[in-house]
């Protein structure tokens, strides 16, 4: 512990992405934390370093049939479908609540096409209280035979480079993991105008009823989160942290501290918090007091000294 | 609605494969609502990762250890042994930690007072209706009627008597009450005619015949359904259903942990092959 005069001195736990200052590194990921206003039971949104929406599209969208999720081994696989509520009903009913908060929202945002990527965009350009964009770009290009445009590097080029030009507000653009090199697609978005970039989104999976043969989710195939996919993700943050100079925000798995700490210590500037808010609401409040317990025994007085002090 | 750590009170079999579990939890007395469930995180470790939904049982007061301590306040939830998790809880005792959401979900309405109120439980089916049948007798007639495979599925059935409900009790392969299905009696019920509403709750095959009746005799109904559920709290849209009018073109999905999971059957979309319209938990076990 580092005491000075008798008094604990708190650790530094601010850190700056893309020009927005968060008072710490923890926000929940996307599609797991709904607008904010479901766990505001649980956990004081002032507490975060920022606040992540559902993914939002230019129309509300109905999302998949059921089942839509089912648990695996330290994990679990989902199909919602991308199920929000449009980016103008966000904007008129979901961002009041928000902007209470002091608390910086960052707003993710998808489209099936190019200029539905551009136009939501547009739309979130002049809403004040939106702090930053974030770009899943883990979706079907339908104009493109459903191709996924986070898997072509000149997709991702051009849809990027197309919603440059629509947003002045800082721009994530969350990389899927499914890819076979993950250097190329982030350098296509870093070289596209992407301001930051967040990885990883869900690894693609699938599990199957044994008794039924069925798939266990209608839509066969789903996304992976939560702990089992945590080595695979701090290895993706750890490449692209050494492809791009933009800043990372790393996700994956995070259950606890030391599960963030991974990510930071390869050198993501923050971290996501996904699954772990459904088994316990109150997740990212517990990792944040054990983050500065940990800075605080370790003697870290800036939890910037740790962001990619990884020893090789 | 909180996250509560707290520590189970006891744990017992009551029928083979069933099990009861009272859980220390303060304030559930004031603020859980017949209907209403937890979300109950089986031990500490990430195994299983997702927490379990349990409907409350009921809610109550017990003495506490010594003299000079206030009583304590529990719920009980009754259980069934399905899987992983519920086979780690069959295992837990006395002062065991566990950690409890809730309450959540929206409960049972509880329709004019005078009029006569039947519940129809089928197996586990049977845990919400407790809460729910002790509100109602205050002031109407109720009966309940209690379907289950055996005499193991029928629980908890003298509890209901105790409270002056009436009880009809049938199992499938006849060892106990009638033989046959639990919605033979509640067909003959409807016949006789009057006003009255019907609360169901139980395996979907049984919930749907129960709308197929209710609706055929013109009786409202709620029910009270099951879905697969990641967090609870209505951020995953892992737990919907299809609401009434739902269609390809028009898709209109509720939350079964939000909106849910009691229902009024009328919001629902029971379409043409009702087995596939109402998500439970489908193809999952
Ligand atoms: C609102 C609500 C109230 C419930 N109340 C009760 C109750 O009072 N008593 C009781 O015995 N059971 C109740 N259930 C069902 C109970 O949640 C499951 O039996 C339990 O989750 C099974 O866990 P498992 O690990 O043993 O089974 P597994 O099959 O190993 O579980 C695998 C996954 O499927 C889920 N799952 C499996 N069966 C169901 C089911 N029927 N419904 C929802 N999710 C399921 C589990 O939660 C888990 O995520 C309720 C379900 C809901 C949605
Ligand atoms: C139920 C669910 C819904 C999700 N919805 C979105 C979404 O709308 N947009 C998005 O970019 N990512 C979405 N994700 C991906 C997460 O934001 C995150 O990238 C992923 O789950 C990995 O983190 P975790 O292991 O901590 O959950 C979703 C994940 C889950 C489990
Ligand atoms: S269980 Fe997550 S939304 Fe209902």
Redesign the pocket.
């Known amino acids: 512990m580092i005491k000075r005069k008798d008094k604990i001195i708190r650790p530094k736990m601010e850190v700056e992405i893309a020009g927005i200052k968060l008072r710490n590194p923890i926000m929940p ?4 934390f709904g607008y904010g206003e479901e766990f505001a039971p649980y956990l004081d949104l002032n507490s975060l370093g920022a606040i ?1 929406t ?2 939002l599209s230019l129309n509300a969208k109905a999302g998949n049939r059921t089942p839509r ?1 089912c648990e695996t081994v330290s ?2 696989l ?1 199909a ?1 479908g ?1 199920q ?1 509520v449009g980016v103008d009903v966000f904007i008129k009913h979901k961002m009041p609540f928000l902007e209470q908060f002091d608390t910086p929202v960052i707003v ?1 945002f ?1 489209g099936n096409t190019q200029d539905e990527y551009a136009e939501v965009a547009a739309r979130l350009d002049g809403v004040p209280g939106v702090a930053a964009l ?1 770009m ?1 770009i ?1 979706c079907p290009n339908v104009k493109h035979g459903g191709i996924v445009f986070g898997t072509d590097p000149k997709a991702i080029h051009e849809v990027v480079s197309q919603v440059r030009k629509k947003t002045s507000k800082p721009l994530i653009v ?1 990389l899927t993991p499914n890819v076979t090199d993950i250097q190329v697609t982030a350098r296509a978005a870093e070289e596209a105008g992407a301001d930051a970039l967040s990885l ?3 690894l693609t999976g699938m599990a199957v009823d044994v008794k039924t043969r069925k798939p266990r989710l209608a839509n066969t195939i789903g ?1 992976l ?3 089992a ?2 080595p695979v ?1 701090v290895r993706l943050v750890h490449q692209v942290v050494q492809a791009v100079s933009v800043p990372v925000i790393g ?4 259950t606890r501290a030391v599960d963030a700490l991974e990510f930071l210590i390869v050198g993501a500037k923050a971290v ?5 808010n ?1 088994v316990d609401p109150t997740a990212m409040s517990t990792i944040l007091d054990e983050l500065e317990e940990f800075c605080l025994t370790e003697g870290i007085e800036d939890i910037n000294d740790i962001i990619g002090s990884l020893v090789v | 609605m909180k996250n509560l750590k707290t520590v189970v009170l006891s744990n017992q079999e009551i029928s083979p494969g069933y099990y009861r579990m009272r859980i220390l939890a303060p304030d559930y007395t004031r603020l859980a609502k017949a209907g209403q469930f937890i979300m109950f995180r089986v031990q500490r470790s990430l195994l299983p990762l997702l927490r379990r939904p349990f409907g409350i049982f009921r809610t109550g007061f017990m003495p506490a250890d010594c003299e000079t301590m206030p009583p304590k306040e529990f719920i009980e939830i009754i259980y069934k042994v399905v899987g992983g998790g519920t086979e780690i809880m069959r295992e837990l005792h006395h002062g065991d930690s566990v950690e409890i959401l809730g309450p959540l979900g929206n409960g049972f309405e509880f329709g004019e007072p005078g009029e006569e109120k039947v519940l129809v439980g089928g197996g586990i089916g049977l845990v919400p209706l407790y809460m729910l049948a002790e509100k109602l007798v205050e002031e109407s007639r109720v009966r309940l009627y209690m379907g289950g495979r055996t005499r193991d599925d029928i629980i908890t059935v003298t509890e209901f008597e105790r409270l002056g409900v009436r009880t009809h009790v049938s199992t499938e392969d006849g060892s106990v009450g009638d033989t046959g299905l639990v919605t033979v009696g509640l067909e003959k019920k409807l016949q006789e005619g009057g006003k009255m509403t019907v609360y169901a709750c139980g395996p979907m095959p049984m919930i749907e015949a129960v709308e197929k009746i209710c609706r055929r005799y013109g009786v409202p109904l709620q029910v009270s359904l099951e879905a697969l559920m ?1 967090c609870g709290v209505g951020a ?3 737990c919907v259903v299809k609401g009434a009018g739902h269609s390809d073109s028009t898709p209109s999905y509720l939350c079964t942990c939000k909106v849910g999971p009691v229902f009024d059957a009328k919001k629902l979309d029971w379409g043409n092959s009702p087995e596939q319209s109402v998500g439970n938990c489908g193809g999952c076990q």
């Open positions: 990921a996307s599609g797991t992540v559902k993914g999720i994990g679990m989902n919602i991308l929000n993710n998808f974030e899943n883990s969350k990883i989104n869900t996304g989160s939560g702990p996919i945590r993700a996700m994956g798995g995070i996501q918090v996904g699954t772990a459904f | 990641a995953c849209l892992g």
